[in-house]
Every structure is written in structure tokens, then in C-alpha cells.
């Protein structure tokens, strides 16, 4: 498997243009997050899906950002008009929730290789 | 409330083991999970430990589990250069949602 595969790897903008970043999750995958990542916050959770619809969106920064999944296979996750303080590395990660024996589930996620943003 | 707490920074020397501490707030979890992150990539799972579990052992890496305490160890045996890298603890909540500790940056001298 090709794991999780994310495009661009760098983008570089300036101030004021539309950003849009792609993610293909690991095929056969239910779930698929979008994350933030910074040396001033950590690791931020923007948002996550289950079978395609947004479940929790709670940690969109504001009106700017926006994300889909279309599909099972694809989402994006688009930021207009972008700021500099928007500069980060954003990851993406899909996961499977499996059922194991007791009724718990695994939720591991596995991370695709991260865009790292520069706004100017 | 959802927080997960590491220290930011171990040193150590090659060869000695590591260990990196984590304490989480949701005695609910049910498993818990350590990442790695190397320089310019995304998190790799390195292991994980279902909550009725209180030790799990995978080659050099050791997990220790305090479901009293809300605390979750790494142990890293005969530490290598490689081993260098920022670890993440995380907590399973009981949507799909992972909420992760803020890393711990190891740094292996020889």
C-alpha cells in the first residue's frame, strides 16, 4: 500500500490567494483527519470525516478554511483568502475502525507525509 | 477536560535508555498510542496499549500503562542516534478523534 498520499509537498503563497491542499487516504480506510501542525500550538485537529461526512469540524480555525471528501478516496482541504499566520504544516491521516474482541476498536491513524505552507 | 502532557525535551546518551513520560486526563480511553515524528515527516505509529493492559513489550520499546495515575510510559532500550526524533503520546477517545500530547523532542548524543 501506497499509505497515506498527500499533494503538494511545499506550496509557497502569497497573502491573499486561494490555497487548496489534497489528500488520498490509505484505500479501504473509513475515516480521514486533517491536521495542523506548528511549533507555537502543537498538533491541532482541524477536522475529521467518517464515511465521508464531517463529523466534527471544531477545530477550523475560521471561515477561511474549508474541507470535503467528494469520495471514499479523495479530500481537500482549501484555505481562502490565506494569511500568514496560516503558514504550518498540515497532515492528513485516514484510519479504520475495526472491531477486536470485547466490542473496543482500534483508532490508529497513519499520517501522510505533511504540506508544509508558506504564506508570505 | 481533553489534555495530553509530556515534557518537550530528553537527552541522552547512545546506548542508554530513554524513557518518556505522558499524562493524560480520560480515564475513559481505550487504547493509547505512541507516535514518532522524524525531521520533516508525518507520525508513525510505534505502539499502542489497549487500557485493561498495564505493560506491553515490542522489541526495545516498552510500554507501561498507570490507569490510576493517568500515566503512560516509553522506554526505549540501548537508545540509537535513529531514535532521534519527537514523540507524541495519544488517547482514544470515544468518537475516532486522537488527542495527542504536545511531543517530546529526544535528542541522542553519541
Known amino acids: 500500500d501506497a499509505g497515506v498520499i498527500q499533494s503538494p509537498r511545499h506550496e509557497v503563497t502569497e497573502m491573499g490567494q486561494e490555497v487548496t491542499l489534497r489528500c488520498k487516504p490509505i484505500?479501504?480506510?473509513?475515516?480521514l483527519f486533517w491536521y495542523r501542525q506548528t511549533m507555537m500550538r502543537g498538533l491541532e485537529l482541524l477536522i475529521y470525516f467518517n464515511n465521508n461526512v464531517p463529523i466534527d469540524d471544531s477545530g477550523m480555525p475560521e471561515d477561511r478554511f474549508s474541507a470535503k471528501m467528494p469520495n471514499a478516496s479523495f479530500s481537500t482541504l482549501k484555505i481562502q483568502p490565506s494569511e500568514p499566520r496560516d503558514s504550518a504544516v498540515y497532515f492528513c491521516?485516514?484510519?479504520?475502525?475495526?472491531?477486536?474482541?470485547?466490542?473496543?476498536?482500534?483508532?490508529?491513524?497513519?499520517f501522510g507525509p505533511g504540506t508544509r505552507l508558506t504564506v508570505l | 477536560g481533553e489534555d495530553v502532557e509530556q515534557s518537550l525535551f530528553l537527552s541522552v546518551r547512545e546506548g542508554d535508555s530513554s524513557v518518556i513520560n505522558c499524562t493524560y486526563t480520560d480515564s475513559s480511553s481505550t487504547y493509547l498510542y505512541w507516535y514518532k515524528q522524524e525531521p520533516g515527516a508525518g507520525l508513525q505509529l510505534l505502539t499502542y496499549?489497549?487500557?485493561?493492559?498495564d505493560m506491553k513489550q515490542d522489541q526495545r520499546l516498552t510500554v507501561l500503562l498507570n490507569k490510576k495515575d493517568k500515566h503512560l510510559s516509553l522506554r526505549i532500550a540501548d537508545t540509537q542516534t535513529g531514535d532521534s526524533a519527537i514523540y507524541f503520546c495519544?488517547?482514544?477517545?470515544?468518537?475516532?478523534?486522537?488527542?495527542f500530547g504536545t511531543g517530546t523532542r529526544l535528542q541522542v548524543f553519541p
Open positions: 495519544a488517547e482514544s477517545m470515544s468518537t475516532d478523534k486522537l488527542i
Open positions: 491521516a485516514s484510519s479504520l475502525r475495526v472491531g477486536v474482541s470485547g466490542g473496543a476498536s482500534t483508532d490508529t491513524q497513519y
Open positions: 484505500s479501504g480506510h473509513n475515516s
Open positions: 496499549i489497549f487500557s485493561n493492559m
